[in-house]
Every structure is written in C-alpha cells, then in structure tokens.
C-alpha cells in the first residue's frame, strides 16, 4: 500500500496495542464486518504481502475475519501481538477504542469509547483531549465509510452487537441513506 494511503488511516497506536495485558483484547472473539472493497483491499494486501493465511473470512450475516481455535483473529499475529494486516485492516479496528450505535428513533449516529480497564488504548486518547478528538475524527470518517458500504442486512446484524464496558462520547446526525437501509 502506497505510504500516502497509509498516513491516512491509523499508524500512532499499533506499539500500544501490541502491549496490551487488560486480559481483553480487540483480536480475541471479535467480530469486525468487512465490506466486499474493504475485503479485496485485505485479500491484495495478502498476496502483495505473501501472507499465507487460508480462508480469512466467514460469510454469516455479515463478512467478519474467521476466528482460529483460541479464539483470535485469523490476522492476529501471536508472537508479535501485532496485526498482520495493519495498514489495511477492518474500519472498526482503525476506529477502536471508539465504536458505535444508530438509533433511527433520533436520527443519530451515537459514539462510544471503551473503558480504559478493557483497554490501555482508550485511557491514552482519553486523557489527551487532543488525542481523543483527533483520534474521534479519524473514527467517525473509517465508521461513516463503513455504514455507507455495508448492506441494510449486515449493517442491521452489527448493530445487534452488544459492546460491553463503554461510555457514549457523542453524536451526530445520521445519513439520509443509512437510515434509509435500516427503513427497508
């Protein structure tokens, strides 16, 4: 991936992640939805990349990353605690910490950060103000992305998830187009 497209999406917390012993983790029987572009940007990666890895995805009501026996991501790296799709991985692995709901009662899409017990990353944004809007942004733009390529019965399936241990940061109005999906 050429490096102007790579400084566009996350670079700065990949150290902290790799360090991360809250016990949770992001990798571990996690779910992100992978949009069809999303999904040959990461195949292309692979092959550019010679990253051998046999049948990465599950096709359920969403696309996701298949889970290995232990439960981690497929992509998950164990030795080096590292993602081996890094520069080009799901939207909401980008956005992470911060995550989020729709509520078509108000026309909102709703923002969420994770709770710093659960992980060290969203303790780091918080705390610098500057960090968590700049890090907030870059989010909402890898999220907006992600609800506009999404189908109405994959984006319906993730909003059912359940995310445990957060804290609502914000909102803002929600797309004609994505409530549209969820109308249908």
């Known amino acids: 991936m050429p490096s102007r497209i790579k400084s566009k999406r996350q670079t700065d917390f990949f150290d902290t992640c790799s360090r991360c012993r809250t016990g949770w983790s992001c990798c571990h029987e ?31 009501e969403y696309v996701f990353p298949r889970l290995v026996a232990d439960g981690y991501c497929v992509f998950h790296d164990k030795k080096t605690r590292k993602c081996l799709i890094h520069p080009v991985k ?42 968590l809007q700049k890090h907030l942004e870059s ?23 359940e995310e445990p241990e957060t804290f609502k940061i914000g909102e803002d109005n929600l797309e004609k187009s994505a409530l549209n999906k969820l109308a249908c």
């Open 30 to 60: 996690t779910t992100p939805p992978v949009t069809g572009k999303r999904r040959k940007i990461i195949e292309a990666h692979l092959r550019a990349n010679k990253i051998g890895v046999e049948n990465p995805f599950v096709e359920a």
């Open 90 to 131: 799901p939207e909401t692995c980008v956005a992470g910490p911060i995550t989020f709901d729709i509520r078509t009662e108000t026309s909102k899409i709703e923002w969420f950060i994770k709770m710093d017990k659960i992980c060290l990353l969203a303790g780091r944004v918080y705390v610098d103000k500057a960090l």
């Open 139 to 161: 989010a909402k733009k890898e999220i907006s992305t992600l609800v506009e390529e999404l189908d109405s019965e994959a984006l319906r399936a993730i909003l059912k998830k």
